[in-house]
């Protein structure tokens, strides 16, 4: 325990309360009195502290959320990788952690049919599971998103099928791929794999960021210039 306190700057008291939360693994016992601690120890309560001060979570919205509950938080994409890796450390990396459609549904009514039509386009997995199908706390947030953008008017009806986003999945991936092409050419043989993840980790969000204000400049600026073409003519 006083090595993980070092390890990870965080008071043993806290540590416990993270424990009997279940936000971090049980320790080994191999003795009545002994606890062996261990990475995914460190980096389970890297990750809770980050929800903490990044997302603004609290602890038991964090439990809430691992347990497919409180997907109204309006945390970015960052948010739900962490719970995600959170939930994989705390169970195992056998475990998906998941949430089910039906949780979904109750609070958007169409969260099954886009997520079906996302599940065909490839941009998120649906898998069988207890309660139903399942998906995982990412895809959720994407299903949650679309439910979102339909509450605003965006509906079939007034022609705005999901299946209207097909271009998201290949500009993600276009982007992507960039990404790492760039990434790697500038990291090689320059830095290591621990900083190399920790830059990553800040900077990521903020690409994310970096990229959302461009695209919204780059909409108003051909949504002006379709307008004025179209009154010109």
């Given at each position: 325990?006083?090595?993980?306190?070092?390890?990870?700057?965080?008071?043993?008291?806290?540590?416990?309360?993270?424990?009997?939360?279940?936000?971090?693994?049980?320790?080994?016992?191999?003795?009545?009195?002994?606890?062996?601690?261990?990475?995914?120890?460190?980096?389970?309560?890297?990750?809770?502290?980050?929800?903490?001060?990044?997302?603004?979570?609290?602890?038991?919205?964090?439990?809430?959320?691992?347990?497919?509950?409180?997907?109204?938080?309006?945390?970015?994409?960052?948010?739900?990788?962490?719970?995600?890796?959170?939930?994989?450390?705390?169970?195992?990396?056998?475990?998906?952690?998941?949430?089910?459609?039906?949780?979904?549904?109750?609070?958007?009514?169409?969260?099954r049919r886009d997520a079906k039509a996302f599940a065909g386009m490839g941009m998120l997995e649906l898998t069988d599971g207890n309660g139903g199908e399942r998906l995982s706390l990412t895809d959720?947030?994407?299903?949650?998103?679309?439910?979102?953008?339909?509450?605003?008017?965006?509906?079939?009806?007034?022609?705005?099928?999901?299946?209207?986003?097909?271009?998201?999945?290949?500009?993600?991936?276009?982007?992507?791929?960039?990404?790492?092409?760039?990434?790697?050419?500038?990291?090689?043989?320059?830095?290591?794999?621990?900083?190399?993840?920790?830059?990553?980790?800040?900077?990521?969000?903020?690409?994310?960021?970096?990229?959302?204000?461009?695209?919204?400049?780059?909409?108003?600026?051909?949504?002006?210039?379709?307008?004025?073409?179209g009154r010109r003519s």
């Amino acid at each position: 325990m006083a090595e993980l306190e070092e390890r990870t700057g965080v008071d043993r008291e806290v540590i416990r309360i993270l424990l009997r939360k279940g936000l971090i693994p049980e320790p080994e016992r191999p003795a009545r009195n002994a606890a062996e601690y261990d990475e995914r120890h460190v980096r389970a309560i890297a990750v809770v502290r980050e929800l903490q001060h990044g997302s603004r979570l609290k602890l038991d919205q964090i439990k809430a959320a691992m347990h497919g509950n409180g997907l109204e938080q309006r945390g970015g994409a960052e948010t739900y990788q962490h719970l995600e890796e959170l939930l994989a450390i705390r169970f195992g990396v056998d475990q998906t952690p998941s949430v089910t459609v039906d949780a979904l549904v109750k609070r958007y009514p169409m969260a099954r049919r886009d997520a079906k039509a996302f599940a065909g386009m490839g941009m998120l997995e649906l898998t069988d599971g207890n309660g139903g199908e399942r998906l995982s706390l990412t895809d959720a947030r994407l299903v949650e998103i679309w439910g979102r953008i339909r509450e605003a008017g965006f509906v079939e009806e007034i022609g705005f099928p999901p299946e209207n986003v097909t271009f998201y999945l290949e500009a993600a991936e276009l982007v992507a791929s960039k990404e790492v092409e760039v990434f790697l050419k500038g990291s090689e043989g320059r830095i290591d794999e621990e900083r190399a993840a920790a830059m990553l980790q800040a900077a990521l969000p903020l690409m994310l960021d970096f990229l959302g204000m461009l695209r919204i400049k780059a909409f108003l600026r051909i949504m002006h210039n379709k307008i004025e073409d179209g009154r010109r003519s």
